[in-house]
Each structure stands twice: as structure tokens, then as C-alpha cells.
């Protein structure tokens, strides 16, 4: 299956001619590697912003619902930008359904992109360089990666040989940047002030990093930018005036151009505000919405109005490829990578055999006591929900200790022994 091949998350699957009708949370295509993952894209443009917008989560309750995957036993890395929200997850899509009901509940979720193992890498490190960017080699998206890792090493869902899997991509992907010195660079703040550039004085709505780099852009050009904030007197970037959000109505109804960037988690304001300014205009505004979610929710088209979100921003860029150089580098790389994570694990079957192990125990003891009771399809898939939740935080402290560096290539002849590991498996 490619890297860019859709599928759909109810589908499970089993190892080429294991015999098995699906694979169970631990992936058992440890037993002959040691690394497993996969990953769930949110991507536009198959995901329309109105879809990201309702799958954004805010630092604090994401932490909460990774500390909560944590608990479980699972690692998870989440990813959220303006234009992705990228899953993954040691293990195979089994695992990845599970984080995804914990981060979403039972949200009916648009289609994702499922990748796999070293597809997964390479999606991520071309993620990390800005290749998978409207705008080639875009300067955030790395910061913005190394943040969800943190975040992710804070909540406990990040450690071991999945930190390392994550650290490779940023590595690849720092390299591969070093190619795209003189290529194309930048972000979707070069886009919203290439659309505004003409124009004499623009208002910008927020204090953040965006709008800090809107900002700086357009007084480079030569644009007077007038920046409305909710603490104007914490705005940390310079502008021609700073005023009050307050007073941002106002800036709908006069200026010609409008770049909104803030970080409300709601609209800013109710639609007859907008209409209200639109009703004063003599000539049209250009309202470019940065935000995620958007800031603005216009209800129709008007001849007063011309309203560019994210994704009209990223379609209207004209998409160039990465150089060859650097496509040629990230291949070579990420397979490099991929080999050395797979093989730095002495304890890769280990950690497979402790994992089927579990695998095996809570599909016997779930079969035996749903016989007992007689239980519904739907009072089945909680017993092996439980199960799976209470092998899972038994078995990861072990399993994180056998993954790390200082410790697991010297405990694995022990856990070996223990789970009968060589004995003529």
C-alpha cells in the first residue's frame, strides 16, 4: 500500500499469511521486527477546515487525553497545525483507533490517510522539512513538531524507541533543510501578505506568532499595519499603532485589508458585526482568516466581501517540489533511519513475545468469560476493551524499560528467558 493510499479505520488486517482475521493492539509484526507504528492524517485538502477546526484541541485537554493514552499503555504523538493533525501510534491501526477514541470519543471522524511503519517516518520527516507545506520548506512547522513532542514527553505518551522514531524524522528533516537554503521558504503568513500587498494600511487581528509575522512582512514592504489585540499594551512586535480588539469592528469597516491570526478557540465575533461593518463599506474588504478554527464564520458571499481561509490561502498557492536533490536525500535517509531503528532493538522479540503473550491471554480469557455470561457482540468488545486496557498498563514500564538505551540491551537476555523467547519459536 502506498504512503498516500486512503483506508478506512474500521478495516483491520493481518500479517500476509499469518492467518490471522486481525491484529491486535501490540502489533504482531513485532515478532520479526522491532518497531511498529502507524499513523492518521488530517490533512488538508481532504479535510476541509470546518472538519480540522472540530478535531483542533487546545494544549491543556490534549495533555489530559495523552496522559490518559499513557495510562493505557499506549504511545502517542499528536501533531495539530493550521492545515494537519497528524496521529500516530506504536502499534498497528488497532492501537490508532483506540487513541483516536480517546482523543475524539465517538466523534464520526472524516476519512484520514493511514500510513505504516517507514511510510510513517518518511511522512513525518517530510512534514518536519516543510515539503508537505503549501509553501516549500516552511520555517514553523519544525518548531511546531518539536513542541507536540514535548508535550507528548510531559504527558508520558513519548519515550523509549518511539522517541527515538520521532527524533529521527526531526534529524532527517533538519538535514534535508540544509538543501533548501536557497529554495522557496516561508509560511502562510507570506501568502496572506502577498494577498495584501497593495495595498496602503492593513488591520491585523491578534498578538501571536502569526500575526507577529504578517506584521513584520508587511512593514518590510512598505504597508502601514495597525494591530488590534485583546492586551495591546503585551503585543511584543513592533506595528505602525496597536489598538484594542474593541475596536476591531470598526477596522472591518475601514480598512481594505483584514488578516485575522488569533488563537480564540471561537469566532470573534457574532455574524451581524461583520455584516454590520460590511453595510458601511463603499468599497470591498479583503478578510483574510489565518485562524484555526477560524475566526470569522461569514454565512454568504457578498459584493462587499472577499473572505480567503486557510484553505483558500493554500489553494491559491502555486505548489512547486522539492528539489531532487532533497527528495533524493529524505529517501535515502528515512531508509537509513527506518534500519537502524528497526535494528537497534536486540529486544525487538522480545518485546513481541511479552506482547503476543498478553495478546493471546486476553483473547482466551474474553472468549472463556463472554461464553459464561453470554454476552452481546457489544458487551464482548468492552470485555476485550478492559482486558486489553489492564495488560497494557501491566506491561508498560517493562516494555518502556526494555526500550530504552541505558537499560533494555542488557535486561532482554532476562525477559527472554522468562517468555521462553529463542526456545524453538
Not at 182 to 199: E, F, K, L
Request: glycine share 8%.
Amino acid at each position: 500500500m502506498g504512503h498516500d493510499e486512503p483506508m478506512l479505520l474500521s478495516e483491520t488486517h493481518g500479517d500476509e499469511g499469518s492467518g490471522h482475521a486481525s491484529v491486535p493492539i501490540g502489533a504482531r509484526r513485532l515478532m520479526t521486527s522491532g518497531l511498529t507504528v502507524a499513523g492518521a492524517s488530517f490533512a488538508h485538502p481532504g479535510v476541509d477546515a470546518s472538519r480540522r477546526a472540530s478535531l483542533s484541541l487546545g494544549d491543556e485537554q490534549l495533555r489530559n487525553v495523552l496522559a490518559r493514552v499513557a495510562d493505557e499503555g499506549i504511545d502517542a504523538f499528536v501533531l495539530a497545525t493550521c492545515l494537519r493533525i497528524e496521529v500516530v501510534t506504536t502499534g498497528c491501526e488497532r492501537a490508532l483507533r483506540r487513541v483516536l477514541r480517546l482523543l475524539y470519543g465517538d466523534e464520526v471522524l472524516p476519512e484520514p490517510i493511514i500510513r505504516r511503519d517507514r511510510d510513517v517516518l518518511e511522512h513525518l520527516t517530510r512534514v518536519a522539512a516543510g515539503l508537505e507545506s503549501p509553501v516549500v520548506g516552511e520555517q514553523e512547522i519544525l518548531g511546531q513538531m518539536r513542541a507536540a513532542i514535548d508535550l507528548g514527553r510531559e504527558a508520558g505518551s513519548i519515550g523509549g524507541g518511539f522517541q527515538r522514531f520521532l527524533e529521527a524524522a526531526i534529524a532527517e528533516a533538519r538535514s534535508a533543510r540544509r538543501t533548501l537554503t536557497d529554495s522557496a521558504a516561508g509560511s502562510m503568513a507570506i501568502v496572506a501578505a502577498d494577498v495584501a500587498d497593495g495595498a496602503e494600511r492593513v488591520a491585523v487581528f491578534g498578538a501571536g506568532r502569526m500575526a507577529h509575522a504578517a506584521t513584520d512582512l508587511l512593514r518590510s514592504r512598505g504597508t502601514a499595519v495597525t494591530v488590534y489585540a485583546r492586551r495591546p499594551d503585551a503585543v511584543s512586535f513592533t506595528a505602525d499603532a496597536v489598538r484594542p480588539m474593541a475596536e476591531a469592528p470598526l477596522a472591518l469597516a475601514t480598512f481594505p485589508v483584514v488578516i485575522s491570526a488569533t488563537s480564540s478557540k471561537r469566532e470573534l465575533f457574532a455574524v451581524d458585526v461583520l455584516d454590520g461593518a460590511l453595510e458601511q463599506r463603499e468599497r470591498p474588504l479583503t478578510l483574510i482568516d489565518l485562524a484555526m478554527p477560524p475566526d470569522f464564520a461569514p454565512d454568504t458571499a457578498s459584493d462587499r466581501l472577499v473572505y480567503l481561509n486557510l484553505d483558500a490561502l493554500a489553494d491559491s498557492v502555486r505548489r512547486v517540489g522539492a528539489p531532487d536533490e532533497v527528495e533524493r536525500r529524505i529517501a535515502v535517509g528515512v531508509a537509513g533511519r527506518w534500519t537502524r531503528l528497526e535494528n537497534h532493538h536486540e529486544v525487538g522479540p522480545v518485546i513481541a513475545a511479552m506482547l503476543d503473550e498478553a495478546n493471546r491471554a486476553v483473547e482466551e480469557e474474553v472468549r472463556r468469560f463472554s461464553g459464561r455470561l453470554d454476552a452481546t457482540p457489544d458487551q464482548v468488545a468492552v470485555l476485550e476493551q478492559l482486558a486489553n486496557t489492564v495488560a497494557h498498563r501491566v506491561l508498560h514500564r517493562p516494555l518502556s524499560y526494555l526500550s530504552s538505551n541505558e537499560h533494555g540491551a542488557e535486561a532482554a537476555p532476562v525477559f527472554a528467558e522468562v517468555f521462553g523467547v529463542g526456545d524453538g519459536d
